[in-house]
């Protein structure tokens, strides 16, 4: 019964043993083997057998990108001012033997390679400089600690600074900068407004005042043509009436004739024409010689006829 027992118990041992010699490697994953304490391989994704008790598994690596913050690290720019920076590190596995085998505590020594490079950079930088090259900083950063971790296996993808943060002294000063900045471009917008609406009033008086010059301007070329048209009628008429009264005189004289009249009688109806075509406006009349003799006779003829 003894020896029964012995047996499973042994049979569980082995099979025990070689399940536990049978490793699963999960996707984005690495393990470094090692057969007698030297390094034997890397496992990728997969399943894998070591033999047992001659081969352990030394580290179990993991390939994913990774992110670190480390605390803030005081820094002292060139124009000595102490500041608090804190960084954080996007970083990412790509040879697990190195990363096994090439540095005791790769996390503290990338914080210690972080702090000393931060140190470095911000030394060469005054403070204004400082708070406005976050850029600049950052790409540094990354291109430093990328080199001194390729030995490691290590690659740095990008480092960025989370918090800047100046001594007390220096916030206060830096936001009574800003407050006073703040206030001189609200009294640049406020005069420029002003000005702006300076400007636009002006402009409106100016197009006002043209606007009832040039009404004023066709309000005159208006009366003007009114004026014209009117004594344009005015003298159409008058040439109108006077030959009306020429046709008439024409008329008298021609009947005259045709009833026998002499050349006397039709010499003073011309005379009398002229009167009224005078009408007595014109200032001067000129009447042909043959008609200015019987001029005194018309008036002798008149003062006859008065004394009858």
């Not at 000393?116 to 430093?144: F, H, P, V």
């Not at 048209?229 to 030959?243: D, L, P």
């Not at 010689?289 to 003829?301: E, H, P």
Request: net charge neutral.
């Amino acid at each position: 019964m003894g020896a029964v027992v012995g047996i499973i118990v042994l049979i569980i041992i082995v099979i025990w043993v070689l399940a536990s010699c049978i490793k699963i490697v999960p996707q984005a994953h690495a393990y470094v083997v090692e057969r007698l304490g030297a390094y034997q391989g890397t496992w990728s994704v997969g399943m894998h057998f070591k033999t047992p008790f001659i081969d352990k598994i030394a580290k179990k690596v993991l390939l994913k990108e990774q992110v670190v913050d480390f605390a803030p690290q005081p820094v002292i720019t060139k124009d000595n001012v102490t500041m608090r920076i804190d960084t954080i590190v996007f970083f990412q596995i790509t040879d697990p033997k190195l990363y096994a085998y090439g540095v005791e505590n790769p996390i503290m020594a990338i914080e210690n390679l972080t702090a000393t490079t931060l140190r470095n950079i911000i030394g060469d930088m005054e403070l204004d400089q400082t708070l406005n090259s976050r850029e600049i900083i950052n790409a540094k950063m990354s291109s430093t600690l990328d080199a001194a971790t390729d030995p490691w296996g290590i690659k740095v993808n990008r480092v960025e600074l989370k918090n800047i943060i100046p001594p007390a002294g220096i916030q206060d000063a830096m936001e009574k900068q800003m407050k006073a900045e703040r206030e001189r471009r609200e009294a640049i917008l406020r005069a420029e407004g002003e000005k702006k609406s300076t400007v636009l009033v002006a402009e409106g008086q100016k197009e006002s005042a043209i606007l009832e010059a040039q009404a004023e301007k066709e309000a005159a070329i208006l009366r003007a043509e009114a004026q014209k048209e009117k004594m344009i009628r005015e003298a159409e008429g008058q040439a109108e009436a006077i030959m009306k009264v020429q046709q008439a005189t024409a008329d008298g004289i021609r009947m005259l004739k045709e009833a026998g009249a002499d050349d006397a009688v039709l010499q003073l109806k011309s005379l009398e024409a002229f009167g009224k075509a005078a009408d007595g406006k014109a200032t001067k009349i000129i009447i042909p010689s043959d008609i200015q003799g019987l001029a005194g006779l018309a008036t002798s003829f008149k003062e006859v006829i008065t004394e009858k």
